[in-house]
């Protein structure tokens, strides 16, 4: 199994432009999970889902759109990209449990400069 | 608010034992999760702890107390690989099943 695994690795964006990070997962995981991370920074939540066809935000959405169309896929899209949102992007999955009791699996980041 | 507390840097020397606290405020929390991300690289599990007390997994230990609104990760016979940033989480808002993490920890092992 890949796991999870996120493209591109790194990519550098003019302010106002636009991209989407892909994100996909091969262990039929039914929750996904989009975080920010800044510089020495913890994660934020963007945005999540519990299943295909259901989204919902987390902490800091805006600015961001997600679609999940399938188990597999959560790719996360960026409009009128700015400064604000240079950071490294990490997708992840898990199985559904009570709480939080199934580990989160994350894939190895995309590294995203806005200038 | 819903938020995780932890100390921004800790430095311990190899061989020694470390322990990284964690306090959260929340109305409804499920349990404590520990990761661990090496510079550059994804944060990966370590560690879950659902009910009070300490689970041990090697090296590494986890404690919770949800009276105090508390926990900690015990790192016994420190090595130099785990030099990383250690970082708290729980799922802070029941309605959302999604994890909050903390700032982090950042942990630096001295020989």
């Known amino acids: 199994n890949a796991g999870v695994t996120q493209t591109p690795k790194f990519r550098i964006l003019k302010i106002g432009q636009s991209m989407t990070l892909q994100c996909t997962q091969d262990?039929?995981?039914?929750?996904m999970y989009w975080y920010r991370q800044d510089p020495g920074m913890g994660l934020k939540l963007i945005y999540y889902s519990v299943g295909a066809g259901i989204t919902d935000k987390g902490e800091v959405p805006n600015g961001y759109n997600v679609s999940r169309s399938t188990t597999e896929d959560f790719p996360l899209r960026l409009e009128l990209a700015a400064p604000s949102q240079t950071s490294v992007y990490f997708c992840?999955?898990?199985?559904?449990?009570?709480?939080?009791?199934?580990?989160?699996?994350f894939g190895n980041g995309t590294r995203l400069t806005v200038t | 608010g819903q938020s995780l507390e932890q100390p921004s840097e800790v430095t311990a020397v190899e061989g020694a034992i470390v322990q990284i606290n964690c306090t959260y405020q929340?109305?409804?929390?499920?349990?404590l999760s520990w990761y661990q991300q090496h510079d550059g690289g994804a944060p990966t599990f370590l560690s879950y702890n659902g009910l009070d007390g300490l689970e041990e997994t090697g090296r590494f230990s986890s404690f919770l107390s949800r009276s105090d609104s508390y926990g900690y990760l015990l790192l016994q016979e420190l090595q130099m690989k785990d030099s990383a940033s250690y970082f708290c989480?729980?799922?802070?808002?029941?309605?959302?099943?999604?994890?909050?993490f903390g700032s982090g920890t950042r942990l630096q092992v001295q020989p």
């Open positions: 992840a999955s898990r199985v559904p449990g009570q709480g939080d009791n199934s580990p989160l699996h």
């Open positions: 929340t109305s409804g929390f499920y349990g």
């Open positions: 262990m039929n995981h039914n929750y």
């Open positions: 989480a729980g799922v802070m808002d029941t309605g959302r099943r999604a994890l909050t």
